[in-house]
């Protein structure tokens, strides 16, 4: 092989690779355009340094990683944001929808044999406000998904009060035994003989 000749085919090779190098550099500034949507700054000269492959995995495993636990720690913040505070909001709003009842008696026990979806009894709680207060009639009624009773009830002013009974499970396990004021309804919690009860009544007024 003559020298000249040698020498054409390393000069037709290296073309080939500088070919080759400007052809990746292109393709690197395609991507760059279609993930950023702007165009590759005039300084780029050569192609961005390689990543291996095992690198932008662990990288993007852990990003999502992080993420899946921030959106989870939210997740529980707004489950805990106090079930107190959503049976509190639930009962404010049925009390003030002021709905008729669709089983009218005065007596807990009649109530007790018309009221079939119930699956636990209606009782009278011992506290002597609710004692107090007459008994209208009841309808069904829901707290945080569970099947519940609404008793409505009279004072002797005429003041009207909602009675919920429902029993505790899930998350009702959790409530806590206090007195919350929301949308200008007076609501107090409480648990009684496998019962959760939510008393719901005009706001600072006694029960007599």
């Known amino acids: 092989m003559s020298q000249n000749t040698l020498e054409h085919q390393l000069k037709e090779f290296y073309q080939q ?40 995995t662990g990288s993007a495993w852990l990003w999502v990683a992080s993420m899946l636990f921030v959106l989870l720690l939210s997740v529980l913040q707004m489950q805990s944001e106090n079930v107190d505070q959503r049976v509190a909001k639930e009962i404010a709003l049925n009390h003030n929808k002021h ?5 009218k008696t005065p007596h807990v026990t009649e109530l007790n044999s018309v009221m079939h979806k119930l699956d636990f009894q209606l009782t009278t709680p011992s506290q002597n406000d609710v004692s107090r207060l007459q008994l209208v009639g009841a309808r069904y009624c829901s707290i945080q998904g569970n099947l519940a009773a609404q008793l409505q009830l009279r004072n002797t002013k005429g003041e009207h009060y909602t009675l919920y009974q429902t029993p505790v499970v899930d998350d009702i396990q959790s409530l806590r035994s206090q007195t919350w004021v929301v ?13 959760f009860f939510g008393l719901a009544g005009p706001v600072n007024t006694s029960a007599k």
């Open 99 to 103: 709905l008729n009842v669709e089983f």
């Open 17 to 56: 690779q500088k070919l080759a190098n400007k052809k990746l550099q292109h393709l690197f500034e395609m991507d760059a355009l279609h993930q950023t949507d702007s165009p590759l700054p005039q300084s780029l000269a050569q192609p961005p340094a390689a990543v291996l492959p095992s690198q932008a």
């Open 183 to 195: 949308d200008g309804v007076e609501i107090r919690h409480w648990q009684e003989a496998g019962l």
